[in-house]
């Protein structure tokens, strides 16, 4: 499936007005049933569903691995993807995607997380890898570079992830925490052990980005650009390391710096 659409526009540069061609990314509706039940709709790229749908449920901790998974049928022409599992009870009630205790956030400073880590059931991230500043700096050129589709249009955003020495799974996305999920997924069906990756984002490092990491016990997240004030507070107390504004040869470390060498 294409992942661009032509598009005509109006250029203006330097006050010279134009017709022209320009590249659309696609975006696209993937609609997820779970046991026959529809769950959600993303909005999405046309390409990795079978890997964003696992990640998205893997996340959601809708499963804990394939073996929970009997059957997944995916209609790209319908943008439906069909999942059975293995237990035929598994609460759609559990299903909290972007659903947080608000009233526990709303005073952080004083009163701490610790009602709405009850409320999201993530424990602390335990792992003792370590990444070099220069790979760091490796990782993030070769997810920036890795997307023709970003080259073309400026429309997506590229996630990677790590070990120490190397990129294992990489993938690009409309939506940063869709291309979070495909790699998720990815590495579920690769069977990637993941308590000691790095994630590598292009995009802001939002609190559902660092629930994410923490569901699965992630220690690393690397990004591009800026962390928000809660991913930073819940980073911090989750003990996962969040670097930012990764450019050049500069970075920011905004929590958890002692796995990172330098």
């Known amino acids: 499936m294409d992942k661009t659409l032509g598009c005509k526009v109006v250029k203006i540069e330097q006050g010279e007005v134009s017709p022209a061609d320009e590249l659309l990314v696609y975006e696209y509706p993937l609609t997820i049933f779970l046991n026959g039940k529809k769950l959600a709709t993303l909005l999405c790229s046309p390409e990795k569903l079978k890997e964003l749908t696992l990640g998205f449920l893997r996340t959601e901790r809708l499963i804990a691995s394939l073996k929970d998974v009997e059957s997944i049928k995916l209609d790209e022409v319908k943008g439906i993807v069909e999942v059975e599992t293995v237990n035929k009870d598994t609460a759609r009630e559990s299903f909290y995607s972007k659903k947080v205790d608000l009233d526990s956030l709303k005073n952080i400073e004083t009163s701490g997380f610790d009602d709405f880590l009850d409320s999201v059931n993530c424990e602390p991230v335990e792992s003792n890898t370590k990444v070099t500043v220069d ?3 490796e990782f993030m050129r070769t997810n920036l570079n ?3 589709v970003f080259k073309n249009t400026g429309g997506v955003h590229c996630v990677a992830m790590c070990d120490t020495e190397e990129i294992k799974v990489i993938a690009e996305d409309v939506a940063r925490h869709n291309a ?5 997924g990815e590495s579920l069906i690769k069977n990637i052990f993941l308590k000691d990756k790095i994630i590598i984002l292009s995009g802001r490092v939002s609190l559902e980005m660092i629930l994410k990491a923490a569901k699965l016990q992630i220690p690393i997240i690397i990004s591009k650009s800026a962390p928000t004030s809660l991913s930073v507070a819940l ?8 670097v930012g504004f990764v450019r050049g040869e500069k970075m920011n470390i905004y929590a958890n710096k002692e796995r990172v060498q330098y």
Do not use: G
């Not at 979070?180 to 998720?184: E, H, N, P, R, T």
């Not at 980073?235 to 969040?242: G, H, P, R």
């Open 180 to 184: 979070l999920d495909k790699v998720i």
């Open 135 to 137: 790979k760091i700096f």
């Open 235 to 242: 980073a911090k107390k989750l003990n996962i390391t969040l």
């Open 146 to 148: 890795y997307s023709e």
